[in-house]
């Protein structure tokens, strides 16, 4: 027999009622069920405390459901408010995500690395990134719990615990997405800026805008564009700036590679005298290609806009779009590095890479139009990138408003958090313009995220029998990855300190 107290506990599933389908085990969002007990310390003036516990729907609770109470949280928030999503809304998120400005980077790390090790280090990563992917997709929802992990902050934080968690991801995922947006404007404004002379042409007589104004002017645009609900509703969005993408990477090797080598172009690795400036250096250039696999940390969010049933998970269409985004990623990114890099060699401009040299070796013997049209892909991919990266940052701002308050975010204030957001990193843009010379840096910081966690929450999650294949893998990958981001991170600031940044606050 059940104790009174026990009878008239309540159970909290974190999903929205219109999430959870009649015939699934998953939830929705949140990966906590949380019971409310009674005959514990009450706070908040009658509220129960709450023990967080995973249960599949699958037990006897699924007998209980009709008890239960659905906490709304998820149907409230842009990651999460619309789940009609499909394999190819995934493969145009994925694509928007997982290729764009950092890729231009990617032959000055070949500078450093030479031919063959820049391509086997490329490679390696990439493979290396394809299997920490398909772990997160494979994690997303579990059958043995019944849980589904819809923001990678929140399996992180389920997996090793609120506090550690929270350490562990939230710098990286914020500073992945914040950080992000601010690198997008600085590129888009600067782009905009080229756009207008190349149109305008030598001869012209208006007064062009300032720095500054352009990336006001872009910034506007983003914010603007930021007003679209969730993430769903900017799969369209996410489509043009994918396309963009693959139109000026192919646009940028086809034109280095039609005009032919620089005259004098040297292969030769450039290495420093010194033993410690060379190791260091080595590892800047390996911190490039970790930057330019970035997009993870938008995987779960990604599949968390797709529907799921008990007979059909999530996994095979996001699998499926993931495949063929990536397919079309390494197609764009490959011919870029070893493209790039065969035509200028170790002329390859250090700031800006690839985009910085088709304007300063082909200025004047290239098509203006070809210029005008790879100037215009940058700004629209610029602005698309820019709208799927602040998903994360808006669905947290939002969501802090939503615990408090206990009820949906009101359209105003939902676009008063945006446009602060947009705002916000205008005016960090502005105040730090020379951010991109941290591309190696940003790597090292990027790294635990792609090419680390991943592993650990599979060995936490599912696991695999001590000294298996699948054990030994994730852990020499897990420790690999986690060594790597402290040696790049330590290498970035080697190279900023030694090679030194012309620091310019607000004077973009």
């Given at each position: 027999?059940?104790?009174?107290?026990?009878?008239?506990?309540?159970?909290?599933?974190?999903?929205?009622?219109?999430?959870?389908?009649?015939?699934?085990?998953?939830?929705?969002?949140?990966?906590?069920?949380?019971?409310?007990?009674?005959?514990?310390?009450?706070?908040?003036?009658?509220?129960?405390?709450?023990?967080?516990?995973?249960?599949?729907?699958?037990?006897?609770?699924?007998?209980?459901?009709?008890?239960?109470?659905?906490?709304?949280?998820?149907?409230?928030?842009?990651?999460?408010?619309?789940?009609?999503?499909?394999?190819?809304?995934?493969?145009?998120?994925?694509?928007?995500?997982?290729?764009?400005?950092?890729?231009?980077?990617?032959?000055?790390?070949?500078?450093?690395?030479?031919?063959?090790?820049?391509?086997?280090?490329?490679?390696?990563?990439?493979?290396?990134?394809?299997?920490?992917?398909?772990?997160?997709?494979?994690?997303?929802?579990?059958?043995?719990?019944?849980?589904?992990?819809?923001?990678?902050?929140?399996?992180?934080?389920?997996?090793?615990?609120?506090?550690?968690?929270?350490?562990?991801?939230?710098?990286?995922?914020?500073?992945?997405?914040?950080?992000?947006?601010?690198?997008?404007?600085?590129?888009g404004g600067s782009t905009l800026n080229l756009f207008f002379q190349i149109i305008c042409g030598h001869g012209c007589n208006a007064k062009p805008l300032t720095t500054v104004e352009w990336y006001l002017v872009f910034t506007c645009a983003a914010v603007l564009l930021s007003q679209l609900p969730n993430l769903n509703s900017i799969a369209g969005v996410s489509l043009i700036g994918a396309a963009t993408a693959i139109g000026y990477c192919t646009i940028m090797w086809l034109v280095a590679v039609t005009e032919g080598r620089l005259e004098g172009v040297s292969y030769d690795p450039v290495g420093p005298v010194e033993n410690v400036a060379l190791i260091f250096g080595v590892l800047n250039a390996l911190g490039i290609i970790a930057f330019a696999f970035r997009g993870h940390n938008l995987i779960l969010e990604i599949q968390a806009t797709m529907p799921s049933s008990e007979k059909r998970t999530t996994y095979v269409p996001m699998w499926r779009g993931v495949k063929v985004a990536y397919l079309i990623i390494a197609l764009c990114l490959f011919p870029l590095a070893i493209g790039g890099y065969w035509a200028y060699g170790q002329k390859i401009p250090e700031n800006g890479g690839m985009l910085t040299a088709i304007y300063a070796y082909h200025g004047r013997d290239t098509s203006q139009f070809v210029l005008a049209l790879t100037s215009l892909l940058v700004i629209i991919n610029s602005v698309s990138s820019f709208q799927i990266y602040g998903m994360p940052m808006f669905d947290d701002m939002e969501s802090k408003y939503t615990k408090r308050k206990n009820k949906p975010c009101p359209w105003w204030l939902r676009a008063l958090f945006r446009t602060m957001f947009g705002y916000g990193c205008f005016f960090v843009a502005v105040a730090i313009p020379f951010l991109g010379s941290f591309a190696g840096l940003t790597g090292g910081v990027a790294v635990p995220v792609t090419f680390a966690y991943p592993c650990f929450l599979w060995l936490k999650i599912k696991k695999p029998k001590k000294y298996s294949m699948m054990w030994v893998l994730n852990w020499v990958l897990g420790a690999s990855g986690m060594v790597l981001s402290v040696v790049l991170i330590a290498a970035g600031v080697y190279v900023v300190i030694d090679a030194g940044i012309e620091v310019s606050f607000f004077k973009p």
């Open positions: 027999m059940e104790s009174p107290a026990a009878e008239e506990q309540e159970l909290v599933v974190s999903a929205p009622p219109m999430q959870l389908h009649d015939n699934s085990p998953y939830f929705s969002g949140k990966p906590l069920l949380l019971v409310e007990h009674s005959d514990v310390t009450k706070r908040r003036g009658g509220t129960h405390s709450l023990t967080p516990f995973f249960t599949p729907l699958g037990s006897p609770i699924r007998r209980a459901i009709q008890m239960t109470k659905f906490d709304p949280q998820d149907a409230w928030l842009p990651i999460t408010e619309s789940r009609n999503g499909n394999a190819f809304y995934a493969a145009f998120h994925t694509l928007c995500s997982g290729i764009g400005i950092q890729a231009l980077v990617l032959p000055v790390s070949f500078t450093i690395l030479g031919w063959t090790w820049g391509v086997i280090c490329l490679t390696i990563a990439f493979v290396w990134q394809m299997y920490t992917l398909c772990l997160l997709v494979k994690l997303h929802e579990s059958p043995e719990t019944g849980v589904r992990y819809s923001r990678y902050l929140h399996i992180c934080q389920a997996t090793f615990g609120n506090k550690l968690g929270k350490l562990m991801a939230i710098f990286p995922i914020m500073y992945l997405s914040g950080g992000t947006c601010v690198a997008l404007i600085i590129v």
